[in-house]
Structures are given as C-alpha cells and as structure tokens.
C-alpha cells in the first residue's frame, strides 16, 4: 500500500476519477501546466489533456458558472476554488444555481459538480487565504459539505464526491496538505459521505471534531489521559449530511461532550452540533456541550494566529469544565 500525504491522495483520488470516467473534467486558475498553487493537481494535465484538465480566468464566478453549465450537461466537473476567501465572487453559482438545480428543475437536471478549495490557519498565510467558510456552505440546502481530516478519508471521501450527483463543497485543509503520510490504498475506494469516524475510544468525555482540529482534539486527548480522563474523539468527516446517529451513540456513553472548530463561534457548525445533541440526547447529558472555537473577529494576522485557533490547552480546560459542572 502507498505512503502518501493529503496532497497526493487529493490528487490520486482525481486522477483515479479522470480515468475512470471521460466526463470528469478538472478546471480551475494555474491547475494545468502549474499543477495549482499547491501542486495538487500537478501532472494531470499531461496525463489526460488540455480538454479536461485546463486553466481558467482568473474569474471565481466564471468557474463557478462553467461547472453549473456543464453539470446540467452531463459532464462531472471539478471546479478548483483557488482559496476558500474567495468564494464569496462565486457564491451565486455555487450557493443558489448549482445547489437549486435538481429542485427548481423539478428533478430534470443535477448538479454533480465537486467545488474543491483550500481553507484554515496554522501556516502564516495572508488575510483571506486562511478563513473557516464552511459555515456558509452548511446553511445552504442542496449542497454536502465535506472535511477529511487524513488521507486515507481525503482519497475516498473525494471520489465519492466526485460520483455524487448533488454538489459537494469539498475543503482541504492548508495545514494537513504536508502534515503526515499515512497508507492509502491504490485504485479506486470510497469512503461514505455522511459517516462520522470514531477515531479514538473513551468513556468520560466526547470530544467532536472536524478537519484540523480533529488531530488538536486527539493530542488533548493523549494529555487528558495521562491525569486519568479518557475522551473520545469523533472526526464528523462530513457537515452535511451530519452523522447524528455517531454522535448520540457517543454520547449515551460517555454523557459529557465538547464541540471543536477552527471557524469564529458563532452560529457555526459546532452551534448546530449543539442543537442536535440537545433535540435527541439532552436526557443523557450530565453537563452543558461547549464549544472551543475561534473568536468573533476577523482571521487574524499571521503573528497572532496561534493565540487565535483552538489549541490543546482550551480543549482541556473545556473538558475539565464539563467534567468539573
């Protein structure tokens, strides 16, 4: 089995797709001779020709609006959003025609298009290069919002989002890029969309995750357990649609739980989270769910953005807290 980063497994999970299936197509700013900004598509261009993997403007809405075309088309388009900040020009396209397709059409057209973008902190990028947009995405009907936190999830997670015929937001995270290797298989696997992944076993505290955090929660989890206090951490894989099911079984174990998220805190994905354990497990909570977060404030500036993303320290304190109520 293959060593490989987030990165290539990205890449493999595409090229996997383009081969498979001519109507896959990849398009997006400096993705072809460039390989992207992050390389993540290098090669695949000369692999499989400039008519299917090609560069665009340097135009959000036009990406946006050339997957909507060519989704009604019959094509399966992988629209590169270059950086999550910059969604924002394309949010029309994404947001409202590609999500709306299949229901304002009455089920005559889809939209199987996967919108794939870098976002998050940690790497001392400039201002918007590092937001958390997914919160946007997940009030959107009609769109999945996917987050793989490894790249065995990144590979399988991406090809079933690329088969999917309803669009798929799919965010990759900067600072798991290069992180770590790890095993994936070669060839074509999936891994399904809407199942969370229990990645570490406990009895005292749920600690629910997605992205980056979700290796932050699993260090605060190793540092809880040497005072005696054992977490279990959920990587949620997929905000929508959102594994409840996962959660509510935690949680009827372990009756305590903390939400993490690199994004501002409020009315984010963990405020949703929340309300959900409350509609279906509040009888099973012996303590308020908190949330550990960003601050309300814009992303900051590299040389405070350390102090400003959820770390170890207040993921421990928040479980300290809910175990202390």
Request: aromatic share 10%.
């Given at each position: 089995m293959?060593?490989?980063?987030?990165?290539?497994?990205?890449?493999?999970?595409?090229?996997?797709?383009?081969?498979?299936?001519?109507?896959?197509?990849?398009?997006?700013?400096?993705?072809?001779?460039?390989?992207?900004?992050?390389?993540?598509?290098?090669?695949?261009?000369?692999?499989?020709?400039e008519d299917r993997v090609f560069d665009t403007p340097l135009a959000e809405s036009a990406i946006g609006g050339l997957a909507v075309g060519m989704g009604i088309q019959g094509f399966r388009?992988?629209?590169?959003?270059?950086?999550?900040?910059?969604?924002?020009?394309?949010?029309?396209?994404?947001?409202?025609?590609?999500?709306?397709?299949?229901?304002?059409?009455?089920?005559?057209?889809?939209?199987?298009?996967v919108f794939r973008t870098p976002f998050g902190g940690g790497v001392k990028a400039a201002e918007l290069h590092t937001d958390s947009l997914e919160g946007l995405a997940v009030q959107t009907p009609g769109i999945k919002v996917v987050i793989p936190s490894n790249p065995y999830d990144a590979k399988g997670?991406?090809?079933?989002?690329?088969?999917?015929?309803?669009?798929?937001?799919?965010?990759?995270?900067?600072?798991?890029?290069?992180?770590?290797?790890?095993?994936?298989?070669?060839?074509?696997?999936?891994?399904e969309i809407g199942k969370a992944n229990v990645v570490r076993e406990g009895s005292d505290v749920t600690i629910i995750a997605y992205g980056l955090m979700v290796h932050t929660a699993v260090k605060a989890a190793d540092e809880l357990e040497k005072q005696g206090i054992k977490a279990e951490v959920i990587d949620l894989r997929s905000l929508v649609p959102l594994d409840i099911d996962t959660i509510v079984a935690s949680i009827q174990k372990t009756n305590r739980a903390i939400v993490v998220q690199e994004a501002q805190k409020t009315s984010g994905v963990a405020a949703?989270?929340?309300?959900?354990?409350?509609?279906?497990?509040?009888?099973?909570?012996?303590?308020?769910?908190?949330?550990v977060a960003g601050p309300d404030t814009v992303y900051p500036f590299a040389q405070v953005e350390d102090a400003w993303?959820?770390?170890?320290?207040?993921?421990?304190?928040?479980v300290q807290k809910v175990l202390d109520f």
């Open positions: 293959a060593q490989m980063n987030m990165k290539e497994a990205i890449r493999d999970a595409m090229r996997v797709e383009l081969k498979r299936d001519t109507n896959v197509l990849l398009f997006g700013e400096d993705v072809g001779k460039v390989g992207g900004v992050f390389r993540a598509t290098e090669g695949l261009q000369a692999e499989f020709g388009p992988i629209a590169e959003i270059q950086f999550v900040g910059f969604i924002y020009e394309a949010m029309d396209q994404m947001f409202i025609q590609a999500a709306r397709m299949r229901y304002r059409s009455g089920g005559r057209y889809n939209s199987p298009i997670l991406l090809i079933s989002a690329i088969r999917d015929n309803d669009p798929v937001f799919f965010m990759e995270h900067l600072n798991l890029y290069h992180a770590f290797r790890a095993e994936v298989p070669e060839g074509e696997y999936t891994v949703e989270v929340i309300a959900q354990i409350n509609e279906k497990a509040i009888l099973h909570l012996e303590a308020p769910v908190l949330r993303l959820p770390s170890v320290a207040r993921i421990s304190a928040a």
